[in-house]
């Protein structure tokens, strides 16, 4: 079975880091590629950064660029997503997607708030 599961989110104040982490089953992250999505409230759900299935490929949403960085592990078939510098418009629930899968994970809160 396809799965992913997220984790690593929570209430973070202005400024402050959180790294989350997408564990994949079922396939392997090695061969694919893997994108985290936010869906802030009252927004459309938007992709921040995706990482192709070597690692030598990332991309970042413009207001993100600089400050996060994503990774993966092939050997623990986990991706992360270091979120540095956080700002309450990052505020939102948190996402990983594997395209060739169509599948998505049930979500990480993130919240940044003073």
């Known amino acids: 079975q396809v799965q992913l599961v997220e984790s690593g989110g929570g209430l973070v104040q202005p400024g402050g880091s959180l790294t989350l982490s997408c564990v994949a089953s079922?396939?392997?992250?090695?061969?694919?590629?893997i994108t985290w999505y936010r869906e802030a409230p009252g927004k459309e759900r938007e992709p921040v950064a995706q990482i192709n299935a070597s690692g030598e490929r990332r991309e970042y949403k413009a207001s993100v660029q600089g400050r996060f960085a994503i990774s993966k592990d092939n050997a623990k078939n986990t991706v992360f997503l270091q979120m540095n510098s956080l700002k309450p418009e990052d505020t939102g629930a948190y996402y990983c997607?594997?395209?060739?899968?169509?599948?998505w994970g049930q979500g990480t809160q993130v919240t940044v708030s003073s």
């Open positions: 079922g396939f392997a992250i090695r061969t694919n590629s």
């Open positions: 997607y594997a395209v060739r899968y169509d599948c």
